[in-house]
């Protein structure tokens, strides 16, 4: 929303966007990214309405069926992960992410320009939540660094972007439950306001293939949250007693 606020024309995509809350100015476009022939439609789609600026990878199944039989196996040790978590974050995220990638690249080397960004977390340089979050997340990053090597000649960024806490309903639910502090939470909003002024940043470039913290690159570049503030950058020391 942030970046259509910005005056981009922002294209959602998803399996369930027909009944996201969105604006009327934001084009739904139906697509299980897990499935390689709609992904290559979508990004036809958007060429054909006149080309891409931006790609937000942030296709995600990780955080479903955290529960399995009434168990809390989010934290489980990797022996006894359920199957369908890998598949969950690594086929639905990195897999689906490395694919949206390739097809907005076709487009943008032609356009001499353009950013991806890799939604990441801490995780991929820690021990956060379990081993497969681990893995997807330092994949990801991996595959930010290795895409910016071969994009940079064409003047295409891409970079993986952390997010801090952000105040989706399933946060603002276990906040309500006592579980959570949202002092230095971030709105849903607030990553969109981020990639805005990355994009227009003179600097992007230089940015390409590293890991950018989001509420960092903020106060670097100016962009507030929807109430104004401006959060709090994490740190791997800051997370050091989080687990």
């Known amino acids: 929303m942030a970046l259509a606020a910005a005056g981009f024309k922002v294209f959602a995509t998803g399996r369930s966007v027909s009944t996201a809350d969105l604006p009327a100015a934001i084009e739904r476009i139906h697509c299980d990214h897990t499935r390689d022939t709609e992904t ?38 990797f022996w006894q992960q359920p199957p369908h978590r890998w598949s969950s974050m ?19 080397i032609r356009q001499r320009r353009g950013l991806i960004v890799n939604i990441s977390y801490w995780a991929a340089q820690r021990h ?44 603002l639910a276990a ?16 990553i969109g306001k981020v990639v805005a002024a990355l994009y227009t940043d003179a600097g992007l470039l230089k940015r390409s293939g590293t890991v950018v913290v989001a509420a960092e690159a903020a106060r670097e570049l100016g962009a507030v949250d929807t109430d104004g503030s401006q959060p709090v950058p994490l740190s791997l020391e800051a997370l050091s007693g989080r687990e």
Do not use: C
């Open 40 to 77: 290559e439609a979508v990004f036809r789609q958007i060429e054909d309405a006149g080309g891409l600026a931006v790609l937000v990878n942030s296709a995600w199944g990780g955080y479903e069926r955290m529960m399995e039989n009434g168990e809390f196996t989010w934290p489980a040790p």
């Open 90 to 108: 690594i086929d639905a995220g990195v897999r689906a992410a490395f694919f949206a990638s390739a097809y907005a690249a076709r487009i943008m």
């Open 128 to 171: 956060i939540g379990n081993t497969v979050y681990g893995i997807a997340k330092a994949a990801t990053d991996k595959m930010t660094s290795d895409m910016a090597h071969e994009l940079r000649r064409y003047g295409v960024t891409a970079i993986s972007l952390y997010p801090g806490l952000v105040r989706t309903e399933r946060v």
């Open 175 to 190: 906040a309500q439950g006592g579980w959570l502090d949202l002092t230095n939470s971030e709105s849903p909003e607030f």
